[in-house]
């Protein structure tokens, strides 16, 4: 009988639970404002498509812009989805010195794709750590770096190896470094008429890398992150890139900790100098999770911890 009862609770809280979200679902703000979609075949009539609309915006893997709009932060009236495509559709190539990502692979693909895992670990690392399998399955390269949010784990880690983008716009091709892409808080250098196509992310045997976060779970965005790449040559760093992920309004690199590294042996004290390097004069921003100063120990901490497991 008391088990009875206990079943009879357990239903009935999760009852009322189904109903409280369920009545949030519902409530104005879960949905967006009325839009309309296209769904161009092809690059030239997306680009097209955008010149003729600037109320439009472009949908990847919807997993950063449809929550936007069911919360009405952000209410586009017209959306061209890029999911049918076909120069972007998920591919991955080893060209040789670099690696090609069309902006449609999701993270899934790249977690798990061999190329990535063995010339790139930390974008394989990165990727894999992306929220939840869900998020993973849907979310794409090109929105995660186009979103242009500081706290993406692709963003911080393209930025840290150095990768190149490929963009289709009405006036045709061309590429630009993942230097200077991100321009402002979720904001990139793409005029309104324009599609990143794919992604070239060179690879060096001689590199070692990583990708570290550390966030309140598993799953949820990242309060601190850092990507490091570094080149060496015998027992000595011949050349570092190291990118902060939540470290100001846009990924950053630390250049003054980068250019400390070139050329010496990462001792334990060489590597404790890059890390407060790394976060000397830096301002990140203060939320909720971490205030500046706890997030600016993170990204010591992180940094430190990405040298350390290097095998070098
Ligand atoms: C609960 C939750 C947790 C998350 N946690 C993390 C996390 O820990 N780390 C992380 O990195 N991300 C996280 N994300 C975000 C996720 O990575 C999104 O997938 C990503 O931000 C956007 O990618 P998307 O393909 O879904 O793009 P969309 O949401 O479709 O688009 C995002 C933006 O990019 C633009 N865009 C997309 N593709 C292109 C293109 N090819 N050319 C030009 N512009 C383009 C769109 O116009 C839009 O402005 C999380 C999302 C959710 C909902």
Redesign the pocket.
Known sequence: MESLTLLFFVVEVNFRKLFKLRGLFNSKHMRPASFSVFRPLSLKEAVGVLSENDDA???????????MMKLRVFSPPKLVS?QRVKE?QPKISDEGGYISIN?LTT?EDIAHNGDIRQKLPALAKAAG???DQQ?RN???I???V??G?S?????VTLLALGATLVIEGVRGERKAGIDGFHTGPFSVA?EHD???KRFEVPYDNSSKQTFMKI?KTA????MASVAVNISVSGSTVAKARIALGVAGPTVLRAHRAEAYLEGKSLSADVVAKAAELAVDGLNPPSDIHADSEYRAHLLKVLTRRSLESLEV
């Open positions: 915006k472009v949908l990847a893997g919807g997993q950063s812009l449809i929550p890029l972007i902006s993270y750590e992306v929220a998020i849907r979310g794409t090109g929105g995660n186009c979103h949010d706290a993406a784990n692709l963003g793409l324009e599609v990143v966030s799953t949820t965005w990242p």
